[in-house]
Structures are given as structure tokens and as C-alpha cells.
């Protein structure tokens, strides 16, 4: 998604649901000032988004599959949206090296903390898979995706009992503060993570990732919108709780209004 000084122009879209069906709302004034702070808006959308998590889950269970597409389906180039080439000096000093020293770190609830290498990712069994990218603005994409599955890596961290979430914090800044500025990090649950479509992608359309798109890594959860999808994925964190993370919403966007869930 873009960075925070876009708001005022396009706004943002979120999801309510009153009896588990899911109803757009698209960007306004009001909703802007409603959805802010504590307001009694935001708790009531919350506990709506919230059954939407539920009731999905009960209709389409763990594991049931985002659609898969024909490469004749792939009818335009992926569309980059948000921050296309990130200014943060680590990730321009990595992109000056083509991120030949680039490392995912896999921290916190693991018993084995991972720092791995994109050729350590590549060098994983892959899967590719072309799917459909649902952005809250409106508009899809079709591409193919490849990547090492998300799931692989945990097992590999060997994840621990207590964990609930999968942390995701971004090389890029989302929003300038008088301290700096506000990296984009985003979370999901371990059902999604582990969910066989969850990959972190390092190649779309057959060719290596473009930094437009998200170089040299990005998440891919197929079943979710795309400000689920962080780009320029810099560690994983497991986590039993989201409180302690930005404002405890569980992603940027979710911390300005966006519902935590996402599902297509």
C-alpha cells in the first residue's frame, strides 16, 4: 500500500460484516474520523471483522485453496502499487550488492532462530503457483508466483508451542514521523502461515522478483487481500500475541482502520 501522506487523496476501503457476510465501504471523510482512536465505530467493526475470521474459517476450513489460474490467464504485468523502490540505506545498500548479503532473520518464538540467505531460500524445495492479487482499492492482477513455502521455513525454526502469530516487519518506511519514520510490518496466523499457498515469493512471471514488486521477498497468503502481502521482507518474528507491535492492531493498515483478517 502507499505511505500515509496518500490517505488523504484515495482514502482507504474496509471490510464490516452483520450476519458473516462481507460488505465493502469504500473510503470517505467520516470514516476517516470514526475508525480513528477508540472510537466506538472501530470496536464495533472490530467484533464484525472478527466474526468474519470465524465464520470463514468454518465454511472454508484450514486448508481449502485460493484459485490457480493457466498462464493464459497472465494477461497484463503485475501491478506495483505502494512504495516501488524503497529509500531506506539498508535496503539500498543490499540492492546495490543485487542483495548478495541479504538475510532473513526468523526470530522469536523459535527454538532455532533462522538468518537466511536468498540463495538459502531459493535453494529450498519451491512451489508456483499463478493466483489472482485482490487489492482493497478495487482493482486484481494475475500472476505467477514462486517461492519456498512459509511453512517450510517455520519447521525448520522449529516453532514453539506458544507461538499464535508470524510478525512480518518490512525494509520499507511506510510513514515519515518526527523520529524517523514507521517501517511496514504486517502479521498473520500460524493457520495462514502454514497454509500451502503461503509462500515468500522471490520470482514472478518467471524472472526474479522486480524491486517494484517487492525484491528481493515478499509474502504471498493467496486467501487474503494484498496489504496482507508485506514486500521487501526484511525478519519473521513468532509471536504469541500482537500487542506488542505497532499499536497492537496487527499490521500498519490495520493500525489505521483495516480489518485484521483480509480474506478474499
Same mark, same amino acid.
Given at each position: 500500500?502507499?505511505?500515509?501522506?496518500?490517505?488523504?487523496?484515495?482514502?482507504?476501503?474496509? +471490510? +464490516?460484516?452483520?450476519?458473516?457476510?462481507?460488505? +465493502?465501504?469504500?473510503?470517505? @471523510?467520516a470514516f476517516d474520523n470514526l475508525l480513528a482512536g477508540d472510537s466506538g465505530v472501530r470496536e464495533t467493526i472490530a467484533k464484525a471483522n472478527d466474526l468474519t475470521y470465524r465464520v470463514q474459517r468454518l465454511l472454508f476450513g484450514r486448508n481449502a485453496l485460493a484459485t490457480e489460474y493457466s498462464e493464459n490467464d497472465i494477461r497484463q504485468p503485475m501491478r506495483p502499487n505502494g512504495d516501488t523502490a524503497p529509500e531506506d540505506p539498508d535496503y539500498v545498500a543490499l540492492q546495490a550488492k543485487n542483495f548478495a548479503d541479504y538475510k532473513l532473520e526468523v526470530t522469536g518464538?523459535?527454538?532455532?532462530?533462522?538468518?537466511?540467505?536468498? @540463495?538459502?531460500l531459493r535453494n529450498m524445495p519451491s512451489r508456483t503457483q499463478i493466483t489472482r492479487h485482490d487489492c482493497v482499492e478495487g482493482w486484481s492482477c494475475i500472476a505467477k508466483w514462486t517461492g519456498v513455502q512459509l511453512s517450510r521455513v517455520l519447521d525448520e525454526a522449529k516453532v514453539k508451542p506458544e507461538a499464535r502469530y508470524v510478525v512480518f516487519r518490512c525494509f520499507d518506511t511506510i510513514e515519515q514521523t518526527l523520529n524517523g519514520g514507521i517501517k511496514y510490518y504486517g502479521s498473520v496466523d500460524l493457520i495462514d502461515a502454514r497454509h500451502p499457498q503461503t509462500i515468500l515469493a522471490y520470482g514472478m512471471n518467471g524472472k526474479t522478483l522486480p524491486i517494484a514488486n517487492g525484491a528481493p521477498v515478499r509474502v504471498r497468503v493467496e486467501r487474503q487481500l494484498g496489504y496482507k502481502m508485506p514486500k521487501y521482507l526484511r525478519s519473521i518474528e513468532l509471536a504469541s500475541s500482537l500487542k506488542p507491535f505497532g499499536q497492537g492492531h496487527g499490521g500498519y493498515w490495520e493500525d489505521n482502520g483495516y480489518d485484521w483478517y483480509g480474506g478474499v
Open positions: 500500500m502507499s505511505k500515509k501522506s496518500s490517505i488523504s487523496r484515495r482514502h482507504f476501503l474496509t +471490510a +464490516a460484516t452483520l450476519g458473516g457476510s462481507t460488505i +465493502a465501504l469504500s473510503g470517505c @471523510d518464538l523459535v527454538e532455532k532462530p533462522l538468518s537466511l540467505s536468498l @540463495d538459502e
